[in-house]
């Protein structure tokens, strides 16, 4: 056998080999992706306007209970049509039987919503958990989750961010977590109430600090 012929043996085997390993490079190239994309429709990240259109479809489907735990904060700008989105849904699930409750962090400036969102209908606390600061979401009949995230750490940071995510396992986690928060926390009336006689201030004043409606103080001060 000349030398010629060994070396064209030679190559023809790292040919071969070369091209097994690309073979094998390809369908390992399609196992991941494969893999990205399931993952990707279990877990869609979203920006905040999907975030809010994420949230109120997701109420539309609801059949028995949604839980929140949100930052409250004051609604401005393109956030007030948000609100209104919400507590249009919070009607409608009320009249069909659906419990909506939600947990709002316990500061002076989150009265406005809480204000609307039980004018609509929905069971509003306000909780001292520390992690109500940093973290927003919703849960739906305890099969999805919509998780909201700030840009950075702090109570008055906007929701920026938010992920989609239909798992059983992760929405009894939060439920649970939920549910402890809400034992220790104060109920909305009782919270204005607590306000009202800490400050000593007539409903008429508070109305602007609190953006309560005047009547509604006075409503809830009288009980």
């Not at 400036?109 to 979401?137: M, P, Q, W």
């Not at 439920?175 to 009202?196: A, L």
């Amino acid at each position: 056998m000349t030398i010629a012929t060994v070396l064209l043996i030679l190559e023809s085997i790292l040919l071969l080999a070369t091209i097994i390993l690309l073979l094998y490079s390809i369908r390992e190239g399609r196992g991941r992706k494969n893999l990205l994309l399931e993952v990707g429709k279990a877990t869609k990240i979203l920006t905040r306007q999907e975030y809010f259109l994420t949230v109120t479809d997701s109420m539309t489907d609801a059949k028995a209970e949604i839980l929140g735990f949100i930052t409250g904060r004051f609604p401005a700008g393109d956030d007030n049509k948000r609100v209104k989105d919400i507590t249009n849904n919070i009607e409608k699930l009320e009249k069909s039987g659906v419990k909506v409750k939600y947990l709002i962090p316990k500061f002076n400036d989150r009265f406005h919503v809480g204000y609307l969102y039980t004018k609509a209908g929905a069971e509003v606390r306000y909780s001292n958990c520390a992690i109500a600061n940093n973290i927003r979401f919703i849960i739906v009949d305890d099969r999805l989750v919509v998780i909201g995230i700030p840009e950075s750490i702090g109570e008055k940071e906007a929701t920026r961010k938010g992920y989609r995510i239909p798992s059983e396992g992760l929405a009894s986690i939060l439920k649970n977590f939920f549910y402890e928060c809400w034992e220790g926390s104060i109920i909305y009336e009782e919270y204005v109430r607590e306000v009202i006689k800490q400050t000593g201030v007539k409903p008429k004043l508070l109305e602007k600090e609190l953006q309560i409606d005047e009547k509604e103080l006075e409503r809830i001060a009288k009980k």
